[in-house]
Structures are given as C-alpha cells and as structure tokens.
C-alpha cells in the first residue's frame, strides 16, 4: 500500500487519519498483527475482549464493558445489527468503530459533526446495511 497524506480527524481525545484508525482496528481483528509484525500480544487482545464488568450490563443494552470495548453480547441492543462477539466504541464527533472476529469485519464511522442528532439511528442502518450486504 502506498502512503498518501490524509486529512486528520479527531475522536476527541485522539487525532489521527482514518486510514491510520483503520490499520488499528484491522491490528485488534488480527489478534495484535500488523503486517505480519507482533503489536500486541495475543493473550492482551484477549483480556481487551472479555468481559471486565461481570454481571454488570452496559447501560440498558445489556452488553458488557473489556477494557476500551463495548462488548456486543447474544442479549444485546443492537439486535440484528451485529454479531455477539463484535465490540465496539465511539468518538465524541460521531465517529465509530465496530469490530466483528466472526464475520473478519470492520466497520469505520467518521461523520465528525457534533452534535448529530439522529448519529444512533445512522449508525444503527450503516450497520443494517453492511450485515445485510455479506454473503
């Protein structure tokens, strides 16, 4: 892949391209690998995904927290709109991220507006249409 300047965008807290964003989370999908070099540990990708809160649910969707993860569980909100076992977070100017081992899955939002009232409902039919759209 040939590197090309990209606009910064901000997850308010962190800075960085999408394209950068995306190499992360395609690092987290990999077990800790990025082009086939170690970044992460495999077992601390594993602890990152698990559940941390115990019985505890995450709001009212009856997901669970890992560390830095919502966690997407066969209860959850999302319904139809993800795979237990995905997790999941977001940014302060609508920005998101989904990450489904299942599937080998990423999904990427980055509206960068804020505030967006209807960003829950978009996110929610961005996600609709990517599980609707895999064979």
């Given amino acids: 892949m040939r590197y090309r300047a990209q606009k910064p965008t901000s997850l308010a807290g962190l ?10 989370c395609q690092m987290l999908l990999n077990g800790g690998t ?5 970044i992460l540990g495999r077992k601390t990708i594993e602890m990152m995904t698990r559940n941390q809160i115990g019985t505890a649910d995450v709001w009212d969707r009856q997901d669970k927290f890992g560390l830095g993860f ?8 999302y319904g139809d709109q993800a ?10 100017y609508c ?10 899955l990423i999904m990427l939002v ?10 829950s409902d978009f996110v929610r039919k ?4 990517v599980y609707q759209a895999l064979e």
């Fill in 34 to 38: 990025f082009n086939n070099r170690r």
């Fill in 95 to 104: 920005s998101e991220f989904t990450i489904d081992p299942k599937e080998e």
């Fill in 126 to 129: 961005f996600r609709m249409a």
């Fill in 83 to 92: 795979t237990p076992g995905a997790y999941t977070w977001g940014g302060m």
């Fill in 15 to 24: 800075v960085s391209t999408v394209e950068d964003y995306a190499r992360l």
């Fill in 110 to 119: 980055f509206t960068n507006v804020q505030p967006y009232s209807y960003y």
């Fill in 70 to 77: 919502e966690l997407i569980t066969a209860n959850s909100h």
